[in-house]
């Protein structure tokens, strides 16, 4: 099964003309490609699909994606503290 995974956008920069951007899912922070969704800017959640960025959502879609991906055991990687939602409480 293939999932898109919920982050946040924390840092964006370019790589050889193509747009890239530091995403935070939990606990970790991974690169991630930012052509598909070039209006992505820090603070902005975005789901991520093998390394690309497919869609912009807000924060309330992220904390509902991420409870599903959670309840299918698809968060453990990731996952800052036990049963906690990054993407719940403050901005």
Do not use: S, Y
Request: with cysteine; hydrophobic share 40%.
């Amino acid at each position: 099964m293939c999932l898109g995974i919920p982050g946040e956008v924390t840092e964006v920069h370019e790589d050889r003309g193509l747009k890239f951007a530091q995403v935070r899912f939990g606990g970790i922070t991974r690169e991630v490609c930012l052509e598909c969704q070039p209006d992505a800017g820090v603070g902005d959640f975005v789901l991520v699909h093998v390394g690309f960025a497919i869609a912009r959502i807000d924060r309330d879609e992220a904390a509902r994606a991420w409870d599903v991906l959670e309840q299918i055991g698809q968060t453990d990687e990731v996952k800052p503290f036990k049963d906690d939602n990054p993407f719940r409480g403050a901005p």
